[in-house]
């Protein structure tokens, strides 16, 4: 029975040259062929290998490997043959061929179920075509991210720019947080951005007004729809009212809440309104006491002169006398009283002139001091510079005095209750809240205006004095007169005492 042994035992064999009789020519034509297919069939396998190692994006990279290993098993076999024209080793010759057979065959059947796979795989137009659809989507995608950055930049150039105060407000688990600022907000609250952002309402506001903004950003975020209102302040440069808006941004996914808010200054625009309001009001009152002076001067003035004669033809001493003497001396009252009347509703008349306010000040801080000498009043004047402002200086000093004349019954009135309370008034003349204003302010320490009269503490015969010490028209009229020079008077209660202010305008001086 045949063994291995004798499948290789090629003593009996002649080799393949001898049936081609050594002819050289058939010989050599077969040892070339072969020589020529076998390094053939022996180069291809390197090169797959080498494609196979070097490409890791290669769909099915084991059948480079499975094809090398045929091609190589099939040049092996062209390389026995022309080994068997001289030796007959036919026996590792078809040892050889059966590998490839092996081979051969594991390949094919390898191959027949990739067929459908490798049909599926995209040619080279499909991959053209998805390459240029894909070009123009990654051209779309950059264009659109251009646009995108450009209008950020400009968003954020409005951001940046605006004149109101914008902010942008982050939900957090603890509050609120001021995420960002523009510069309009930083100088609004003077605080550095660094300062302001990642902070809460309470860095910037007092206790009440941050809890009320924290509730309004809370409302705005539970139902989702903007909101705007108006608030008032009131601090050391007086009141300051201010429009708010809130507006929710979109959510995105992953990422807290936010508010885009916006803060504007309305003080001048409801000042003007109320200006406005109060001018129409003043007239109609200033033309009313005109006409209620005009009527009673006659009328005052003939039972002033009836009485002077009766008085003339009573004796010295006698009751109808002195009764006559009280008739006379509340009718020169009365006379007083309609004068001041009249001069409410006065337009005097006149140019007006470029003066220095704080010398009409100083004189005007002089006769008070003069005239109330004996009442232990301390009255000091700060002025640290000139404040040229257009006007008439007579009428401004009627004003001041004014001022300082209703300060002074308010400390008296003070004394009278606490007779060790500081009896002090001050008036200031510094540079203004906008530049070009200077603002004069008279400060005392009367105690502060009561709460019940403060929204008609300016109006004529409102006064908080008892009854027949005053008129009630001297801060309308002060304030009627620093209103002519583009001023307008406010008040506030501070310490111990209530301060009377006007911003005025200064007079810019031209050079020659």
């Given at each position: 029975m045949p063994n291995l042994a004798t499948l290789f035992d090629s003593d009996a064999l002649a080799p393949h040259g001898v049936c081609l009789l050594w002819r050289p020519e058939l010989l050599w034509l077969h040892v070339v062929s072969d020589a020529l297919i076998g390094l053939a069939y022996w180069s291809i396998p390197i090169v797959l290998i080498v494609i196979a190692r070097r490409r890791r994006d290669l769909a099915f990279p084991w059948t480079f490997e499975l094809f090398a290993l045929f091609i190589l098993a099939c040049g092996a076999t062209h390389f026995l043959s022309i080994w068997t024209l001289w030796y007959p080793d036919y026996g590792l010759e078809g040892a050889v061929k059966a590998v490839t057979a092996v081979v051969s065959v594991v390949t094919a059947i390898a191959l027949w179920p990739l067929l459908p796979r490798v049909l599926a795989?995209?040619?080279?137009?499909?991959?053209?075509?998805?390459n240029t659809a894909l070009s123009r989507e990654v051209a779309e995608r950059r264009?659109?991210?251009?646009?995108?950055?450009?209008?950020e930049a400009r968003l954020a150039g409005f951001f940046e720019h605006m004149s109101d105060a914008l902010f942008v407000v982050r939900a957090e688990r603890g509050g609120f947080v001021f995420e960002t600022v523009n510069p309009s907000f930083v100088r609004l609250f003077g605080r550095p951005r660094e300062a302001i952002e990642g902070s809460g309402p309470d860095v910037l506001l007092d206790a009440v007004p941050a809890a009320e903004l924290a509730s309004a950003f809370a409302t705005c975020f539970g139902t989702g729809a903007p909101r705007d209102w108006e608030s008032t302040i009131t601090g050391p440069e007086g009141t300051r009212h201010w429009h708010t808006v809130?507006?929710?941004?979109?959510?995105?996914?992953?990422?807290?809440?936010?508010?885009?808010?916006?803060?504007?200054?309305?003080?001048?625009?409801?000042?003007?309104?109320t200006d406005l309001v109060e001018a129409a009001r003043r007239a109609t009152i200033g033309a009313?006491?005109?006409g209620v002076a005009h009527e009673m001067s006659q009328p005052v003035n003939i039972i002033s002169l009836w009485a002077d004669r009766a008085r003339a033809t009573l004796e010295v001493g006698t009751g109808a006398r002195r009764a006559i003497e009280v008739i006379l001396g509340q009718t020169r009252r009365l006379g007083a009283l309609l004068e001041r009347m009249r001069e409410l509703a006065r337009d005097t008349p006149g140019e007006a002139e470029t003066f220095d306010a704080a010398e009409a000040a100083a004189a005007a801080v002089e006769v008070a001091r003069r005239s109330w000498s004996l009442d232990r009043i301390e009255v000091t004047l700060d002025a640290s510079e000139p404040a040229p402002v257009l006007g008439r200086p007579a009428q401004f000093e009627q004003a001041l005095l004014h001022l300082l004349e209703n300060a002074r019954d308010a400390v008296l009135r003070r004394r009278r209750q606490e007779p060790d309370a500081l009896a002090q008034i001050q008036v200031t003349l510094r540079a203004g809240p906008q530049p070009g204003q200077m603002t004069l302010a008279v400060q005392d320490t009367g105690g502060g205006v009561p709460a019940s009269l403060g929204a008609r503490i300016l109006e004529p015969f409102v006064t908080s004095k008892d009854p027949g010490e005053g008129t009630g028209l001297g801060l309308p009229i002060a304030a009627g007169i620093l209103r002519g020079m583009g001023g307008r008077l406010a008040?506030?209660?501070?310490?111990?005492?209530a301060v009377f202010q006007v911003a005025l305008p200064l007079v810019r001086e031209h050079p020659a």
């Open positions: 795989l995209p040619s080279s137009a499909d991959l053209a075509r998805a264009e659109a991210e251009a646009r995108a950055r450009q209008s809130l507006a929710p941004l979109p959510d995105i996914q992953g990422e807290p809440r936010r508010l885009l808010g916006s803060l504007r200054d309305v003080t001048e625009l409801r000042r003007l309104q009313m006491c005109a008040w506030l209660n501070r310490g111990a005492g």
